[in-house]
Protein backbone atom coordinates (compact mmCIF):
# COMPACT_ATOMS: atom_id res chain seq x y z
CA UNK A 1 0.00 0.00 0.00
CA UNK A 2 1.10 3.51 -0.47
CA UNK A 3 0.97 6.55 1.80
CA UNK A 4 0.03 10.35 0.43
CA UNK A 5 2.30 13.23 0.45
CA UNK A 6 4.02 13.57 3.90
CA UNK A 7 2.47 16.84 5.14
CA UNK A 8 -0.79 17.05 3.85
CA UNK A 9 -4.30 17.22 5.49
CA UNK A 10 -6.58 14.30 6.64
CA UNK A 11 -8.89 12.98 4.95
CA UNK A 12 -10.99 12.92 8.09
CA UNK A 13 -14.36 14.75 6.98
CA UNK A 14 -13.90 16.20 10.52
CA UNK A 15 -10.65 17.77 9.53
CA UNK A 16 -12.23 18.93 6.05
CA UNK A 17 -15.29 20.74 7.62
CA UNK A 18 -12.92 22.37 10.46
CA UNK A 19 -10.78 23.63 7.72
CA UNK A 20 -13.42 24.69 5.25
CA UNK A 21 -15.17 26.38 8.02
CA UNK A 22 -12.58 28.37 9.49
CA UNK A 23 -11.75 29.14 5.93
CA UNK A 24 -15.28 30.81 5.83
CA UNK A 25 -15.21 32.44 8.59
CA UNK A 26 -11.77 34.27 7.77
CA UNK A 27 -12.87 35.01 4.29
CA UNK A 28 -13.61 38.79 3.98
CA UNK A 29 -14.94 39.47 0.44
CA UNK A 30 -16.27 42.52 -1.49
CA UNK A 31 -19.63 42.16 -0.58
CA UNK A 32 -20.55 41.75 2.91
CA UNK A 33 -19.16 38.61 5.28
CA UNK A 34 -21.76 35.30 5.29
CA UNK A 35 -22.23 35.09 9.02
CA UNK A 36 -22.34 38.70 10.87
CA UNK A 37 -21.08 39.14 13.99
CA UNK A 38 -23.38 38.70 16.82
CA UNK A 39 -26.04 36.96 14.37
CA UNK A 40 -26.57 33.96 12.44
CA UNK A 41 -27.56 32.93 9.64
CA UNK A 42 -30.96 30.42 8.59
CA UNK A 43 -32.70 29.24 6.16
CA UNK A 44 -36.90 29.07 6.96
CA UNK A 45 -38.87 26.92 5.16
CA UNK A 46 -42.60 27.70 5.36
CA UNK A 47 -45.61 25.95 4.56
CA UNK A 48 -46.98 25.04 0.92
CA UNK A 49 -48.50 27.96 -0.38
CA UNK A 50 -47.56 30.53 1.80
CA UNK A 51 -46.76 33.85 -0.35
CA UNK A 52 -43.30 35.42 -0.76
CA UNK A 53 -44.72 38.73 0.98
CA UNK A 54 -45.82 36.65 3.92
CA UNK A 55 -41.98 35.38 3.95
CA UNK A 56 -40.99 38.77 4.36
CA UNK A 57 -43.21 40.07 6.96
CA UNK A 58 -42.73 37.02 8.97
CA UNK A 59 -38.66 37.28 9.07
CA UNK A 60 -39.06 41.25 9.62
CA UNK A 61 -41.70 40.81 12.37
CA UNK A 62 -39.33 38.69 14.65
CA UNK A 63 -36.20 41.63 13.72
CA UNK A 64 -34.59 38.87 11.31
CA UNK A 65 -33.32 40.49 8.07
CA UNK A 66 -34.06 38.44 4.90
CA UNK A 67 -30.96 37.84 2.42
CA UNK A 68 -33.15 35.67 0.16
CA UNK A 69 -36.82 34.99 -0.57
CA UNK A 70 -36.51 32.34 -2.83
CA UNK A 71 -39.49 32.40 -6.06
CA UNK A 72 -39.69 28.45 -6.68
CA UNK A 73 -39.31 27.00 -3.06
CA UNK A 74 -41.58 27.61 0.01
CA UNK A 75 -38.18 29.20 1.75
CA UNK A 76 -36.09 32.16 2.70
CA UNK A 77 -33.05 32.32 4.14
CA UNK A 78 -32.76 35.00 7.06
CA UNK A 79 -30.27 36.50 9.23
CA UNK A 80 -31.29 36.05 12.68
CA UNK A 81 -30.08 38.95 15.58
CA UNK A 82 -30.39 36.59 18.89
CA UNK A 83 -32.23 33.70 20.46
CA UNK A 84 -35.38 35.29 21.31
CA UNK A 85 -36.11 36.07 17.54
CA UNK A 86 -34.86 32.58 16.53
CA UNK A 87 -37.25 31.32 19.09
CA UNK A 88 -40.57 33.46 17.85
CA UNK A 89 -39.31 32.58 14.07
CA UNK A 90 -39.91 28.61 15.06
CA UNK A 91 -43.09 29.45 16.80
CA UNK A 92 -45.07 30.90 14.13
CA UNK A 93 -47.96 28.92 12.57
CA UNK A 94 -46.54 29.56 9.15
CA UNK A 95 -42.85 28.18 9.42
CA UNK A 96 -42.16 24.40 9.64
CA UNK A 97 -38.88 24.17 10.48
CA UNK A 98 -36.08 26.76 10.60
CA UNK A 99 -32.28 25.29 9.33
CA UNK A 100 -28.85 26.56 10.22
CA UNK A 101 -27.36 27.97 6.77
CA UNK A 102 -24.48 25.58 6.80
CA UNK A 103 -21.51 26.17 4.57
CA UNK A 104 -20.36 24.79 1.39
CA UNK A 105 -17.46 24.38 -0.26
CA UNK A 106 -15.55 23.97 -4.08
CA UNK A 107 -14.57 20.44 -4.28
CA UNK A 108 -10.81 21.21 -5.75
CA UNK A 109 -7.71 19.38 -3.81
CA UNK A 110 -4.59 21.79 -2.89
CA UNK A 111 -1.51 19.15 -3.49
CA UNK A 112 -2.04 18.59 -7.04
CA UNK A 113 1.70 19.03 -9.11
CA UNK A 114 0.43 22.29 -10.95
CA UNK A 115 -2.68 23.22 -8.96
CA UNK A 116 -1.71 26.56 -8.67
CA UNK A 117 0.72 26.81 -11.49
CA UNK A 118 -0.50 28.73 -14.81
CA UNK A 119 0.30 28.71 -18.52
CA UNK A 120 0.43 32.64 -19.46
CA UNK A 121 -0.73 34.26 -22.50
CA UNK A 122 -4.35 34.36 -22.23
CA UNK A 123 -4.70 32.15 -24.86
CA UNK A 124 -1.93 32.31 -27.44
CA UNK A 125 -0.93 28.79 -27.58
CA UNK A 126 -2.24 25.97 -29.66
CA UNK A 127 -5.11 24.34 -28.91
CA UNK A 128 -4.65 21.10 -27.19
CA UNK A 129 -6.78 18.03 -26.29
CA UNK A 130 -6.49 17.34 -22.82
CA UNK A 131 -6.10 13.41 -21.56
CA UNK A 132 -9.38 13.46 -19.29
CA UNK A 133 -11.48 14.91 -22.28
CA UNK A 134 -9.53 12.18 -24.88
CA UNK A 135 -10.49 9.92 -22.52
CA UNK A 136 -14.46 10.50 -21.87
CA UNK A 137 -14.75 11.10 -26.04
CA UNK A 138 -13.64 14.29 -28.20
CA UNK A 139 -16.70 16.14 -29.82
CA UNK A 140 -17.59 16.10 -33.34
CA UNK A 141 -20.00 17.62 -35.60
CA UNK A 142 -23.20 16.72 -34.47
CA UNK A 143 -22.27 15.94 -30.62
CA UNK A 144 -20.49 18.70 -29.04
CA UNK A 145 -23.54 20.37 -27.07
CA UNK A 146 -24.76 22.87 -29.32
CA UNK A 147 -27.87 24.80 -28.11
CA UNK A 148 -28.11 23.33 -25.20
CA UNK A 149 -27.29 25.64 -21.42
CA UNK A 150 -25.15 24.76 -18.94
CA UNK A 151 -25.13 26.26 -15.82
CA UNK A 152 -21.47 26.26 -14.00
CA UNK A 153 -22.96 26.83 -10.32
CA UNK A 154 -19.64 27.73 -8.68
CA UNK A 155 -17.25 30.68 -8.07
CA UNK A 156 -17.96 32.50 -11.66
CA UNK A 157 -16.76 32.17 -14.61
CA UNK A 158 -13.59 34.63 -16.50
CA UNK A 159 -15.83 36.26 -18.97
CA UNK A 160 -12.86 37.95 -21.15
CA UNK A 161 -10.98 34.29 -21.42
CA UNK A 162 -10.81 34.13 -24.86
CA UNK A 163 -11.08 30.38 -24.88
CA UNK A 164 -14.82 30.98 -23.39
CA UNK A 165 -18.24 31.84 -24.69
CA UNK A 166 -19.89 32.99 -21.97
CA UNK A 167 -24.07 34.11 -21.90
CA UNK A 168 -24.54 37.61 -20.91
CA UNK A 169 -27.39 36.47 -18.80
CA UNK A 170 -25.92 35.55 -15.14
CA UNK A 171 -26.67 35.72 -11.39
CA UNK A 172 -24.45 36.17 -8.63
CA UNK A 173 -25.81 35.46 -5.25
CA UNK A 174 -22.94 38.08 -3.64
CA UNK A 175 -24.20 41.19 -5.55
CA UNK A 176 -21.83 43.04 -8.07
CA UNK A 177 -21.28 40.47 -11.19
CA UNK A 178 -20.37 36.94 -11.79
CA UNK A 179 -16.99 37.33 -12.85
CA UNK A 180 -15.04 34.53 -11.07
CA UNK A 181 -12.66 35.66 -8.48
CA UNK A 182 -10.87 32.38 -7.75
CA UNK A 183 -10.63 30.28 -10.69
CA UNK A 184 -12.08 26.83 -9.68
CA UNK A 185 -15.36 27.82 -11.50
CA UNK A 186 -13.30 29.03 -15.31
CA UNK A 187 -11.59 25.78 -14.81
CA UNK A 188 -14.69 24.09 -14.85
CA UNK A 189 -16.14 25.84 -17.56
CA UNK A 190 -13.51 24.74 -19.56
CA UNK A 191 -13.87 21.25 -19.40
CA UNK A 192 -17.27 21.61 -20.15
CA UNK A 193 -16.81 23.97 -23.00
CA UNK A 194 -13.94 25.12 -23.26
CA UNK A 195 -14.20 26.35 -27.19
CA UNK A 196 -13.08 24.32 -30.15
CA UNK A 197 -10.38 26.94 -31.44
CA UNK A 198 -6.76 27.51 -32.07
CA UNK A 199 -5.86 28.33 -28.90
CA UNK A 200 -5.58 26.64 -25.18
CA UNK A 201 -7.80 23.67 -24.68
CA UNK A 202 -11.22 22.24 -26.08
CA UNK A 203 -14.22 21.05 -23.43
CA UNK A 204 -16.37 17.59 -23.69
CA UNK A 205 -19.45 19.81 -25.24
CA UNK A 206 -17.25 23.11 -26.91
CA UNK A 207 -21.05 23.90 -28.47
CA UNK A 208 -22.67 24.35 -25.16
CA UNK A 209 -23.70 27.21 -23.71
CA UNK A 210 -22.08 28.53 -20.31
CA UNK A 211 -24.35 30.14 -17.97
CA UNK A 212 -22.50 31.70 -14.84
CA UNK A 213 -24.37 31.58 -11.66
CA UNK A 214 -21.94 32.62 -8.67
CA UNK A 215 -22.82 31.14 -5.53
CA UNK A 216 -19.24 30.46 -4.25
CA UNK A 217 -17.24 33.68 -2.84
CA UNK A 218 -13.20 34.38 -3.52
CA UNK A 219 -12.20 32.00 -1.06
CA UNK A 220 -14.17 29.22 -2.58
CA UNK A 221 -16.71 29.23 -0.01
CA UNK A 222 -20.66 29.74 0.13
CA UNK A 223 -23.50 28.52 1.88
CA UNK A 224 -27.07 25.99 1.66
CA UNK A 225 -28.28 29.91 0.93
CA UNK A 226 -26.64 30.97 -1.72
CA UNK A 227 -26.43 27.70 -3.37
CA UNK A 228 -30.76 27.52 -3.03
CA UNK A 229 -30.15 30.89 -4.60
CA UNK A 230 -28.43 30.08 -7.71
CA UNK A 231 -30.63 26.97 -7.99
CA UNK A 232 -33.96 28.85 -7.74
CA UNK A 233 -32.54 31.31 -10.58
CA UNK A 234 -31.77 28.53 -13.11
CA UNK A 235 -35.17 26.91 -12.21
CA UNK A 236 -37.19 30.50 -13.16
CA UNK A 237 -34.58 30.14 -16.46
CA UNK A 238 -34.18 27.00 -17.35
CA UNK A 239 -36.83 27.05 -20.33
CA UNK A 240 -35.92 30.46 -22.00
CA UNK A 241 -32.35 29.89 -22.07
CA UNK A 242 -32.69 25.70 -22.88
CA UNK A 243 -30.73 25.14 -19.73
CA UNK A 244 -30.56 21.30 -19.61
CA UNK A 245 -27.18 20.85 -17.23
CA UNK A 246 -26.23 22.43 -14.03
CA UNK A 247 -22.74 21.38 -12.68
CA UNK A 248 -21.96 21.58 -8.76
CA UNK A 249 -18.53 20.77 -7.86
CA UNK A 250 -19.06 21.34 -4.26
CA UNK A 251 -20.86 20.29 -1.21
CA UNK A 252 -20.57 19.83 2.54
CA UNK A 253 -20.78 16.72 4.75
CA UNK A 254 -24.45 15.51 5.89
CA UNK A 255 -25.88 17.19 8.97
CA UNK A 256 -28.06 15.69 11.32
CA UNK A 257 -31.90 16.51 10.30
CA UNK A 258 -30.64 17.37 7.00
CA UNK A 259 -33.89 17.48 4.81
CA UNK A 260 -33.60 20.75 3.37
CA UNK A 261 -35.44 22.71 0.84
CA UNK A 262 -31.72 22.69 -0.95
CA UNK A 263 -32.86 19.00 -2.19
CA UNK A 264 -36.80 20.57 -3.18
CA UNK A 265 -35.12 22.85 -6.01
CA UNK A 266 -33.26 19.99 -6.48
CA UNK A 267 -36.59 17.69 -7.21
CA UNK A 268 -38.10 20.51 -8.99
CA UNK A 269 -35.42 20.62 -11.57
CA UNK A 270 -35.18 17.11 -11.92
CA UNK A 271 -39.11 16.81 -12.96
CA UNK A 272 -38.52 19.41 -15.70
CA UNK A 273 -35.67 18.00 -17.08
CA UNK A 274 -33.11 19.54 -16.07
CA UNK A 275 -29.50 16.88 -15.03
CA UNK A 276 -27.80 18.16 -11.96
CA UNK A 277 -24.28 16.48 -11.91
CA UNK A 278 -22.28 17.17 -8.84
CA UNK A 279 -18.71 15.88 -7.17
CA UNK A 280 -18.76 12.96 -5.12
CA UNK A 281 -16.32 14.62 -2.93
CA UNK A 282 -12.64 14.17 -1.93
CA UNK A 283 -12.72 12.49 1.41
CA UNK A 284 -12.00 8.77 0.53
CA UNK A 285 -12.94 8.04 4.18
CA UNK A 286 -16.53 8.63 3.47
CA UNK A 287 -18.85 7.48 0.74
CA UNK A 288 -21.58 10.07 -1.12
CA UNK A 289 -24.04 9.06 1.34
CA UNK A 290 -22.25 11.50 3.55
CA UNK A 291 -22.06 13.97 1.41
CA UNK A 292 -24.55 16.87 0.25
CA UNK A 293 -25.60 17.17 -2.36
CA UNK A 294 -24.04 13.90 -3.80
CA UNK A 295 -26.24 11.86 -1.67
CA UNK A 296 -29.59 13.10 -3.14
CA UNK A 297 -31.56 10.40 -5.61
CA UNK A 298 -31.84 12.80 -7.90
CA UNK A 299 -28.18 14.05 -8.90
CA UNK A 300 -25.74 12.53 -10.73
CA UNK A 301 -22.56 12.28 -8.28
CA UNK A 302 -19.69 11.52 -9.72
CA UNK A 303 -16.51 9.86 -8.62
CA UNK A 304 -12.68 10.99 -9.92
CA UNK A 305 -10.18 8.41 -12.02
CA UNK A 306 -7.03 8.73 -13.44
CA UNK A 307 -6.61 9.74 -17.43
CA UNK A 308 -3.08 8.09 -18.27
CA UNK A 309 -0.83 6.10 -16.56
CA UNK A 310 1.18 7.73 -14.00
CA UNK A 311 5.30 7.21 -13.06
CA UNK A 312 6.61 5.03 -10.36
CA UNK A 313 9.09 5.01 -8.44
CA UNK A 314 8.66 2.78 -5.40
CA UNK A 315 10.69 -0.16 -4.85
CA UNK A 316 7.29 -1.26 -3.27
CA UNK A 317 5.12 -0.71 -5.27
CA UNK A 318 5.54 -3.81 -8.99
CA UNK A 319 3.88 -1.34 -11.20
CA UNK A 320 2.30 2.36 -11.95
CA UNK A 321 -0.90 3.88 -11.55
CA UNK A 322 -2.39 3.21 -14.35
CA UNK A 323 -5.43 4.85 -16.45
CA UNK A 324 -9.07 4.38 -14.74
CA UNK A 325 -7.50 4.39 -11.93
CA UNK A 326 -9.96 5.22 -8.44
CA UNK A 327 -8.31 8.66 -7.53
CA UNK A 328 -6.74 8.18 -4.22
CA UNK A 329 -9.15 11.54 -2.84
CA UNK A 330 -11.77 10.32 -4.01
CA UNK A 331 -15.24 10.12 -1.84
CA UNK A 332 -17.58 6.78 -3.73
CA UNK A 333 -20.41 4.55 -2.99
CA UNK A 334 -22.01 2.14 -5.01
CA UNK A 335 -24.90 2.72 -6.81
CA UNK A 336 -28.41 1.02 -4.90
CA UNK A 337 -31.44 1.24 -7.93
CA UNK A 338 -33.83 0.68 -5.14
CA UNK A 339 -33.05 3.83 -3.77
CA UNK A 340 -30.82 6.32 -6.57
CA UNK A 341 -28.09 7.10 -4.06
CA UNK A 342 -24.64 6.25 -5.17
CA UNK A 343 -21.87 7.30 -7.68
CA UNK A 344 -23.96 7.46 -11.14
CA UNK A 345 -20.50 7.60 -12.91
CA UNK A 346 -16.81 8.16 -12.50
CA UNK A 347 -14.68 10.22 -15.05
CA UNK A 348 -10.99 11.60 -14.80
CA UNK A 349 -10.83 14.15 -12.00
CA UNK A 350 -6.75 13.92 -12.33
CA UNK A 351 -5.01 13.67 -15.25
CA UNK A 352 -2.34 10.41 -13.59
CA UNK A 353 -0.99 10.08 -10.02
CA UNK A 354 2.66 9.49 -9.85
CA UNK A 355 4.61 7.38 -6.87
CA UNK A 356 7.58 8.87 -5.87
CA UNK A 357 10.99 7.20 -4.38
CA UNK A 358 9.35 7.58 -0.94
CA UNK A 359 6.15 5.69 -2.10
CA UNK A 360 4.08 8.74 -1.68
CA UNK A 361 1.36 9.71 -4.37
CA UNK A 362 1.54 12.86 -5.82
CA UNK A 363 -1.01 14.27 -8.34
CA UNK A 364 -1.15 16.07 -11.89
CA UNK A 365 -3.98 17.65 -12.46
CA UNK A 366 -6.48 18.00 -14.98
CA UNK A 367 -5.42 20.87 -17.82
CA UNK A 368 -8.33 23.75 -18.57
CA UNK A 369 -8.84 27.18 -18.49
CA UNK A 370 -7.00 29.49 -15.88
CA UNK A 371 -8.70 33.00 -14.65
CA UNK A 372 -6.85 35.44 -16.54
CA UNK A 373 -5.99 33.55 -19.46
CA UNK A 374 -4.40 30.64 -20.46
CA UNK A 375 -4.58 27.38 -18.62
CA UNK A 376 -3.46 25.44 -15.58
CA UNK A 377 -3.94 22.77 -13.77
CA UNK A 378 -6.14 21.47 -10.54
CA UNK A 379 -7.22 18.00 -8.95
CA UNK A 380 -10.66 16.78 -7.51
CA UNK A 381 -13.94 15.27 -7.94
CA UNK A 382 -14.47 19.16 -8.88
CA UNK A 383 -12.84 18.21 -12.51
CA UNK A 384 -14.38 14.65 -12.58
CA UNK A 385 -17.99 16.33 -12.52
CA UNK A 386 -17.87 18.81 -15.77
CA UNK A 387 -16.71 15.91 -18.00
CA UNK A 388 -19.88 14.46 -17.42
CA UNK A 389 -21.86 17.77 -17.34
CA UNK A 390 -20.43 17.88 -20.96
CA UNK A 391 -21.20 14.53 -21.56
CA UNK A 392 -24.74 15.00 -20.73
CA UNK A 393 -25.06 18.12 -22.61
CA UNK A 394 -24.07 15.97 -25.86
CA UNK A 395 -26.82 13.78 -24.71
CA UNK A 396 -29.41 16.09 -24.54
CA UNK A 397 -28.42 17.89 -28.35
CA UNK A 398 -29.11 14.44 -29.64
CA UNK A 399 -32.30 14.37 -28.44
CA UNK A 400 -32.52 12.71 -25.24
CA UNK A 401 -35.33 14.12 -22.93
CA UNK A 402 -35.69 12.59 -19.65
CA UNK A 403 -33.01 12.64 -16.92
CA UNK A 404 -33.54 9.13 -15.52
CA UNK A 405 -33.40 7.72 -18.98
CA UNK A 406 -29.48 9.49 -19.55
CA UNK A 407 -28.81 8.31 -16.10
CA UNK A 408 -28.67 4.64 -17.47
CA UNK A 409 -27.03 5.25 -20.64
CA UNK A 410 -24.09 6.83 -19.00
CA UNK A 411 -23.97 3.40 -16.64
CA UNK A 412 -24.97 1.24 -19.01
CA UNK A 413 -22.51 2.90 -21.79
CA UNK A 414 -19.37 3.44 -19.68
CA UNK A 415 -16.45 1.70 -20.84
CA UNK A 416 -14.66 -0.98 -18.70
CA UNK A 417 -17.89 -2.08 -16.57
CA UNK A 418 -16.50 -4.05 -14.15
CA UNK A 419 -12.95 -3.40 -14.21
CA UNK A 420 -12.40 0.58 -13.69
CA UNK A 421 -12.60 2.11 -11.60
CA UNK A 422 -8.98 0.35 -11.05
CA UNK A 423 -8.48 -0.22 -7.37
CA UNK A 424 -5.95 2.54 -5.99
CA UNK A 425 -2.78 1.55 -3.72
CA UNK A 426 -3.55 4.08 -1.54
CA UNK A 427 -3.51 3.20 1.83
CA UNK A 428 -6.72 5.82 2.38
CA UNK A 429 -9.29 3.97 -0.64
CA UNK A 430 -11.42 1.08 0.39
CA UNK A 431 -13.16 -0.23 -2.49
CA UNK A 432 -16.74 0.76 -2.79
CA UNK A 433 -17.88 -2.74 -4.49
CA UNK A 434 -18.59 -1.60 -7.80
CA UNK A 435 -16.79 -0.89 -10.89
CA UNK A 436 -18.71 1.36 -12.47
CA UNK A 437 -16.65 1.99 -15.61
CA UNK A 438 -15.33 5.36 -17.32
CA UNK A 439 -18.30 7.45 -18.55
CA UNK A 440 -17.99 7.99 -22.17
CA UNK A 441 -19.73 10.57 -24.48
CA UNK A 442 -22.35 9.69 -27.02
Known amino acids: MVRQERGRCSFSSVVAW ?23 DYIVAFREGTAPSVRAAVAQGVGAAVRFNYENVNAAAVRVPNANALAALRNDPSVLSVIPDRPVFMHQRADAKGGNGKKPGGGGSAQVVPPGVARVGVAYDGSNGAGVGVAIVDTGIDFAHPDLAVAPDWFSAFGGTCQDDEGHGTHVAGTVAALDNAIDVVGVAPGATLYCVKVLDGSGSG ?97 PILADTASYFTTDGAFNPGTGIGVTASAPGDEREDVSRGCMISSVG ?22 VAGIVARMFERGESDVEMIRGLLRGGSDLPGVAPRHSPSTAYSFDGEHEGVAQAP
Not at 19 to 39: D, E, I, N, R, T
Not at 268 to 286: I, K
Not at 370 to 380: I, N, Q, V, W
Open 18 to 40: CAGLMALLLAQGAGSPLFAQGAE
Open 223 to 319: SDATVLAGLDWVETNRAAKNIRVVNMSLGRPVAPNDDHPLRSIIQTLHTAGVAVVVSAGNDPGVEVTSQVPATYPEVFAIASTTAVDGTNRCRFLQY
Open 366 to 387: VLSTALGGGTTRKSGTSMSAPH
